[in-house]
């Protein structure tokens, strides 16, 4: 089984920064692509970044790119989602998930990934 802990969220002024952080338990992490996805109030859930197995690519979103930035450590089981420039419309619980074991490549809908984290709050006051 995996499990997914987010941590990172908060509140902060548009133009800040912020970076999550995704801890991975379970063999899944070390063969599988993660991502970022994120719902914001009254929205549908939407992806927001995603990240290959070896960390080699890289896919976003057209709202985060050139601000946000997915990487990995897969020594220490972990995602990272580093976001620049905020924005009041970045506000949203964003949330981790993992491709199921051996899904290696990018996904970027979310039926394709099987495993989630519970969601950390993003709040960006203008």
């Known amino acids: 089984q995996v499990q997914l802990v987010e941590s990172g969220g908060g509140l902060v002024q548009a133009g800040g920064s912020l970076r999550l952080s995704c801890a991975a338990s379970g063999r899944t992490f070390m063969t599988s692509a993660m991502g970022w996805f994120r719902q914001g109030p009254g929205k549908d859930r939407e992806f927001v970044a995603a990240?290959?197995?070896?960390?080699?690519?890289?896919y976003y979103a057209d709202s985060v790119k050139g601000r946000f930035t997915i990487s990995r450590d897969n020594a220490k089981n972990t995602v990272y989602l580093q976001m620049n420039s905020l924005k009041p419309e970045d506000t949203a619980v964003y949330y981790c998930a993992a491709r199921p074991a051996g899904r290696v490549a990018i996904g970027r809908y979310i039926d394709e990934y099987e495993y989630w984290g519970q969601g950390t709050q993003v709040t960006v006051s203008s």
């Open positions: 990240i290959s197995w070896s960390g080699s690519s890289t």
